[in-house]
């Protein structure tokens, strides 16, 4: 076989690290970057900017070299340099997968056309379509109180609104509904909605085009930024520095922020002192899990929604046996109704049940990382505070491995959020160990044998 070139080996890391990253992130550290040089044991990768050389240094170097050992295993070093890179064919393919796919998103799905352009905003969501109940009526009315005073040009006593609970509660309804409302009453106020993961890379982007100046302008000209996800920003130092000065200056200008997160301030890692206590510093409001009525309340309004009328007894069968989340209830009730039109009439009782039952039946459903964390630890007979523990003994290390991959294999769970589960790992060691035990699931029966054992338990002990 020949030799791989170093445009091959390139592409094969990007590859690689597309799959692992999302979208904006991979965009973010890996625009514009190539192999230079290569020689006998190392190759030299010219990258834009120092703050993307700081990061493939630190947080994807391993990776970035198990890539290319995978094509060119004499390798043993990657250097970083800051240069412009040379237009070269596989760059020009590369930038322009980035842009097509930036258009496919833009062009393709429903829920998008509904986003508007210039805030993105997405007008289905309203405080009218929100069911308030004791879970998340504090944020509720924190959310109201601060978009009237922003259509009314009052003090802020919210400011920031930090509104934070668990995936699926509501938070992006609640905080998109502030901008619709503002926007319903005060047409000329200027409105931005922005996941973290967005403005991670806007800022990064403004660095790297020197345009950051003219980023913070646009930040603090607003009358209300709204930064959903901000979790995102977490680890990210030159990140945090830059954040604390859009809000000061927001702030400064009696202008309003509004932010969400899936856990309290005090609880995103890393999190610079300063940044804390601006975040603090404002309204903190949680949403939990709606309580009983509430879930009720919630499918009796989007059934309506919908145009379909469901017996009480039916969707007080769902609300309790939907607990978790609302974006879980609402699955559950399109399922319903989607097969109550194939039917073409309202299941009664027993038809939800069955219906129901079959839906909750789905494995990855039915699981959670605790069970998993604790039927792992269980198999390989040492105690799940073992897995997340610093330990490098052989003992812990592979079901520790075991159980990131099962983590995102069965739940879905993200690397962050893995690292974070067992120990406070990076998210690059969590990717690593995902490849590594899913490679090894091909080719190793007994680890193949064990992964299906443990997959079996999981699963089983709903039974
Ligand atoms: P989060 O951002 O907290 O993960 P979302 O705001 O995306 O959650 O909510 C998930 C789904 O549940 C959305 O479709 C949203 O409209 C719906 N939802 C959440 N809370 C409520 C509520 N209180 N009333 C009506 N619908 C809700
Ligand atoms: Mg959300």
Not at 8 to 25: P, R
Not at 262 to 274: C, L, M, N, S
Not at 292 to 314: M, P, Y
Request: positive net charge; proline residues 5%; charged residues 25%.
């Amino acid at each position: 076989m020949l030799p791989a070139t170093p445009e091959e080996i390139w592409k094969a890391v990007l590859c690689d690290m597309e799959l692992s990253l999302s979208k904006a992130h991979f965009t973010t550290w890996f625009k514009n970057t190539s192999i230079v040089s290569r020689d006998q044991n190392s190759v030299t990768v010219s990258v834009p900017n120092g703050f993307v050389k700081e990061w493939l240094e630190n947080k994807f170097n391993k990776q970035i070299i198990y890539s290319i050992r995978k094509l060119s295993n004499e390798i043993r070093e990657v250097r970083y340099i800051i240069g412009q890179p040379k237009p070269e064919p596989i760059r020009q393919d590369f930038s322009k997968m980035i842009v097509d796919r930036d258009l496919q998103e833009q062009t393709s799905g429903e829920q998008n056309q509904e986003i508007d352009k210039t805030t993105s905003l997405n007008k289905k969501y309203s405080f009218n379509s929100f069911i308030v109940g004791s879970a998340n009526e504090l944020a509720f009315a924190c959310a109201q109180s601060v978009s009237q005073c922003i259509v009314g040009n009052l003090p802020k006593p919210y400011n920031p609104l930090f509104i934070y609970g668990g995936v699926g509660l509501g938070k992006t309804h609640l905080v998109q509904s502030i901008g619709n409302a503002v926007l319903e009453k005060a047409p000329e106020r200027k409105v931005l909605y922005a996941s973290g993961e967005k403005m991670v890379s806007a800022i990064v982007e403004g660095i790297r085009n020197r345009t950051i100046e003219d980023l913070k302008n646009l930040y603090s000209g607003l009358d209300l930024l709204i930064i959903d996800d901000i979790q995102f920003i977490a680890g990210k130092e030159k990140m945090q520095e830059i954040v604390f000065t859009i809000f000061n200056e927001i702030h400064n200008k009696n202008r309003q922020v509004v932010m969400t997160s899936d856990r309290p301030p005090t609880a995103i890692p890393a999190i610079e002192e300063r940044l804390l206590s601006r975040l603090v510093g404002g309204m903190l409001a949680d949403i939990n899990a709606p309580d009983f009525e509430t879930r009720v309340a919630i499918l009796k309004a989007k059934s309506a929604e919908k145009g379909v009328v469901f017996s009480d007894e039916v969707l007080s069968y769902i609300g309790t046996h939907i607990q978790k989340n609302i974006r879980e209830l609402e699955g559950a009730l399109n399922r319903v109704i989607a097969l109550s039109q194939i039917y073409n009439r309202v299941p009664d009782l027993k038809e939800t049940k069955n219906i129901l039952n079959a839906y909750l039946a789905v494995p990855y459903r039915k699981t959670s990382p605790q069970i998993i964390l604790k039927t792992v630890a269980d198999f390989y007979n040492i105690s799940p505070a073992d897995l997340t523990k610093r330990s490098r003994k052989k003992e812990v290390v592979k079901p520790r491995q075991v159980a990131m991959y099962l983590l995102r294999e069965e739940i879905k769970l993200s690397f962050p959020d893995i690292g974070q589960k067992l120990g406070g790992r990076d998210h690059s060691t969590v990717i690593h160990a995902c490849e590594k035990i899913k490679r090894e699931e091909q080719a190793d029966e007994p680890l193949k044998n064990e992964l299906t054992m443990i997959r079996q338990r999981v699963y089983d002990s709903f039974e």
